[in-house]
């Protein structure tokens, strides 16, 4: 089983940044799939969801209007689309995959809004 992140890096305030997890050996259409984050002397936190065929998708409310969730079945990958950033978005974002009692982690991706 592997979640692969990318796509983090250094952004400054206002800009965009889009997060990719390509998934591999489980069946990822089973699977909810979310992004967490965490921040330095933080907790680890709820992003945005998304259910297995797509059909339910939530998020933080620190991120509302912000950040898009969105996943390909086809490509076994989920993206989360970061627009307006703010420098309190800085965190290492990982990916998350749920079923059943199956519960896997990305190595995670950075991410840094600062000018």
């Known amino acids: 089983v592997q979640l692969v992140e990318s796509g983090g890096g250094l952004v400054q305030p206002g800009g965009s940044l889009r997060l990719s997890c390509a998934a591999s050996g489980f069946t990822f259409s089973r699977y909810g799939m979310s992004w967490y984050r965490q921040a330095p002397g933080k907790e680890r936190e709820l992003v945005a969801s998304?259910?297995?065929?797509?059909?339910?998708?939530n998020y933080a409310d620190s991120v509302k209007g912000r950040f898009t969730i969105s996943r390909d079945n086809a490509k076994n990958t989920v993206y989360l689309q970061m627009n307006s950033l703010k420098p309190e978005d800085t965190a290492v974002y990982y990916c998350n995959a749920r079923y059943s009692w199956n519960d896997y982690w990305g190595q995670g991706t950075q991410v840094t809004v600062s000018s």
């Open positions: 998304i259910t297995s065929a797509g059909g339910s998708i």
